[in-house]
């Protein structure tokens, strides 16, 4: 069949854009406005993840699954401000490089992150390693 052959009973009409004015129902926005809003957006989302987290050893962008809680407390591995900054930076390199799985090296600790879910899933001091061998994982990262 030939696009000839077909007969059309409604007349197509072009889509045109939703017109923007006085009396259209729709609320005009400029630029700035736009700006100032998305600016308030940010800034308390900012506000909301750099807040106090307390004991839950949460930091900006990684969290600490209750497994590698537990093992932190077991092996008496601390970390401080500093140590979370990098292995925060450690995943957001991983992150940018499209790993899923990373192991983060820092020091004289090892932790396997899931990055999606941006969770430590555990940690482990390099007296603690049994074999060290470290399997489901597709990226190692060093900081």
Sequence with gaps: MRPED???RTRLQPLRPPQRGPG???KSVD???KKTAFSKVLAGELATKSEGTGPSKKTVGVAFSA???SRLNERNITLSPDHLQRLDHGVQLADRKGSVNTLVLMDDTVFIVNVKSRKVITAIARDGSVD???TQIDSATIV
């Design 67 to 69: 497994h590698a809680q």
């Design 6 to 8: 077909l007969e059309l």
């Design 31 to 33: 630029r700035a406005e």
């Design 24 to 26: 259209s129902g729709t």
């Design 132 to 134: 060290n061998v470290f």
